[in-house]
């Protein structure tokens, strides 16, 4: 996410703090290429130029050229301009008004509004609501179907909509259903069509003025270039847009397009989209995400990522186990997997303040490992997990045949597994109060 | 219809794909100054051409326009630049006897219209009473089978499928077979959508492709890459990654009817020396068109 624009950028910056003074014509030369980089990420072009003349502005003046860090100053200012480019401060979905509460999703074909919906329902579920998706695409072949199957995925109810009905039918018997299901948020995933699609702005307005939705969201892809504005723009005028979703950023997309809409339409992004997994949906915040680009990483995400995955008892639990030495290779996987359900190791580690994402880039890590992990521990007897001492020739073996792993795997395994018991005896021994943050690796 | 006709057709309602507002900037009695090339400079950006082929052609144009005084002048010397940009097709192979049937693979990123631009290949070789098959091999996406189906019907075509969450380098290597067996001209591989970055999916596209040549060798005899044209400059490294897996030998650009210039689409074609052979400017199946940057180029100035 951001990685060639952070590179671009981070290049120009180490220049300037490379630097005691600056002149007037260093600010200048490196802003430029802060132009460039800008540009090449996709940000739209008024909006580079806008930013950087706001930056410029405030660069030249005399307390950055007398400061006695001129180029640490100006990280900060393009951090504070990047900040308020993207909307300042993370807003909240609105869900206000008519009871049940209705969210639109828009967006052009393909910019993943089927699929956000599913995240969304799986997210307002988590907060506490109860969601209700609509699938009102009878357009697009298979389209209802594709929702239908999201829904039993993540045991969200679906409205059975049929390609026989009219949008605006659909919309109103489902408010109905969505009551008698005891739902209380409506999830709607309307067509996706070209924003110059007149028939379509038509049909969503009808939609509009039928349900009076508490939001309306456009989803839009990170990797649009730079017509990423005018379609946000044509939809926000037909329908006012509460928000944005963005989509597809775990790619390598610039994202040039997220620093842009709010700068245009004046309309915030409310979520980013991040993976596969249904679960991969992040409330946007765009301090956090300018400090990400800046490479100056993003541990509140990491935190709150790490709160919403980790049991509190079960990590109490741990503690205790882990301070009587009594940590077993199922309490390693479960370690393991509650990592995991954080997301990707490599998105992970993207979030941490001072890592090379280059290096990041070279080490290649594949997050099947773990899963080869959980095979061959799952491969083992109870016995097994909780004496390791007990493996010998004959069950290593046997384990590594029914994970369908090779011995050498096994004993990798078994022997990070020791190393990791060998820190933690020692911290034990060194009468560390809390091994909470620990994990074994 | 003659080509250029039809072509101009399909244009008139996207007349400005590449770039707008160009033939007013020439057009318009003016000198050849600084202000000229900032705002030739701004529509090549907007256009998504991307930073750096927009300097190499301000630069060509700018150091060829020393020795012109108009922006009328002017114009032809940007012309010149903007259609060496696209590769020289190359001749389709859709004849060739010993391939047959001549397979296609089309990839790409997700929710780029991939199926779409599929379906309408199918119902194109139908028209031309060709015997066209479908392999639906994207069994990951929900209803991404029933969604082919659908086309399938539509073209009346053939079409192999398993079920949902099956190897789709099984579907491809059985699509080929029953292509062979059945006497097929045209063998379609439909795969699901991917993100470029994520290696182990890349790595089963590789899959896919080998098994098509494990049946037949030399198949696929093309790989479509299907790029959207409101994608920006993340296109050039969709482009590289797919190269790079499965050999890209075709583009098509899809959602030109909107107001996305897919001025990407001649970066990738640059770098990777693959011509854009379709443009998809519609819903309507005749609204994928083959693209000839000559005459495109010229009905964008006329």
């Known amino acids: ?382 016995q097994e997990r909780r004496d390791h001492a007990i493996i010998k020739g004959s069950r290593k073996k046997r384990i590594a045949m029914g994970s369908g792993t090779t011995v050498q795997d096994v004993n990798k395994l078994l022997k990070s597994y020791t190393q990791a018991m060998k820190v933690v005896k020692k911290f034990n021994k060194g009468g560390l109060r809390s091994l909470k943050n620990m994990l074994p690796f | 219809m003659d080509l250029i006709g039809k072509f101009k057709k399909g244009l008139s309602k996207t007349r400005d794909i590449l770039l707008t507002d160009v033939n007013e900037l020439f057009s318009m009695d003016r000198k050849i100054d600084e202000s000229l090339f900032e705002e030739l400079e701004e529509i090549l950006v907007m256009s998504d051409l991307g930073i750096d082929i927009t300097m190499e052609i301000m630069e060509k144009v700018s150091k060829k326009s020393r020795k012109l005084s108009t922006a009328d002048e002017l114009k032809e010397v940007f012309k010149d630049e903007l259609k060496a940009l696209f590769p020289v097709k190359e001749e389709t192979l859709l004849n060739d006897p010993k391939a047959k049937p001549h397979v296609i693979m089309v990839v790409g990123v997700n929710g780029t219209g991939k199926t779409t631009t599929l379906g309408k290949l199918a119902l194109k070789y139908k028209s031309e009473g060709k015997k066209v098959l479908i392999a639906a091999a994207d069994t990951f996406r929900a209803a991404a089978i029933e969604q082919v189906e659908i086309w399938a019907d539509r073209a009346s075509v053939s079409i192999v499928k398993h079920r949902a969450g099956a190897d789709p380098a099984a579907v491809a290597f059985d699509g080929v077979e029953a292509g062979m067996a059945r006497g097929m001209d045209v063998v379609l591989i439909d795969t699901a959508g991917r993100l470029h970055t994520q290696k182990n999916l890349m790595d089963e596209l590789r899959k896919i492709k080998r098994s098509v040549s494990k049946r037949m060798p030399g198949a696929p005899h093309e790989v479509l890459m299907v790029l959207d044209a409101t994608t920006g400059q993340n296109a050039l490294s969709q482009a590289k990654l797919f190269n790079e897996a499965v050999g890209v030998t075709s583009l098509a650009l899809t959602k030109l009817d909107g107001t996305a210039k897919g001025g990407i689409v001649a970066a990738v074609a640059k770098s990777m020396k693959a011509p854009l052979k379709y443009i998809g400017i519609g819903e309507g199946v005749e609204d994928l068109q083959e693209f000839d940057a000559e005459i495109f180029v010229d009905a964008l100035f006329d």
């Open chain 1, 1 to 382: 996410m951001f990685d060639n624009l952070s590179d671009k950028l981070n290049a120009v910056f180490k220049k300037l703090k490379g630097r005691g003074t600056l002149t007037e014509k260093n600010i200048e030369e490196g802003l430029k290429q802060v132009r460039l980089a800008l540009l090449e990420a996709d940000v739209n072009y008024r909006v580079a130029k806008k930013v950087i003349s706001d930056i410029k502005e405030r660069a030249l003046g005399q307390d950055v050229m007398d400061s006695l860090t001129p180029g640490q100053q100006i990280v900060k200012i393009v951090y504070d301009e990047f900040t308020t480019m993207m909307g300042d401060e993370h807003e909240a979905l609105n869900f206000g008004g008519a009871t049940p509460a209705s969210i639109m999703l828009v967006g052009l074909q393909g910019s993943g509004k089927t699929t956000t919906a599913g995240k969304l329902a799986l997210f307002l579920r988590k907060n506490g609501r109860k969601p209700y998706l609509v699938p009102v695409d009878v357009y697009r072949p298979a389209a209802i179907e594709q929702l239908q199957k999201l829904g039993s995925q993540i045991g969200v109810p679906v409205f059975p909509s049929t390609a026989q009905m009219a949008p605006v039918d659909i919309c109103t018997e489902a408010v109905r259903s969505a009551i008698n299901e005891g739902c209380d948020t409506l999830l709607i995933d309307t067509a996706g069509r070209l924003h110059i699609d007149e028939e379509l702005m038509a049909e969503l307005e009808a939609i509009k003025k039928s349900i009076k939705p508490s939001e309306i969201l456009l989803v839009a892809d990170a990797m649009t270039g730079q017509d990423a504005v005018n379609i946000a723009e044509s939809f926000d005028k037909r329908l006012n847009l509460g928000g944005v979703i963005l989509s597809k950023m775990d790619g390598d997309a610039r994202g040039g397009a997220a620093l842009s809409i709010k700068a245009v339409t004046g309309k915030p992004l409310k979520f980013i989209g991040v993976g596969e997994k249904t679960t991969a949906l992040e409330p946007f915040y765009p301090d956090r995400m300018a400090s990400r680009i800046l490479g100056m990483g993003d541990t509140l995400s990491f935190i709150e990522k790490a709160q919403e995955a980790v049991d509190i008892k079960k990590a109490e639990e741990l503690e205790k186990k882990l301070r009587k030495n009594q940590f077993t290779l199922e309490d390693f996987m479960d370690q393991i997997s509650s990592v995991r359900k954080m997301g990707s190791i490599k998105e992970l580690i993207g979030m941490l303040p001072g890592i090379n994402k280059k290096q990041l880039a070279g080490m290649n890590i594949d997050d099947r490992e773990f899963v080869r992990i959980e095979a061959i521990i799952n491969s083992m007897t109870p």
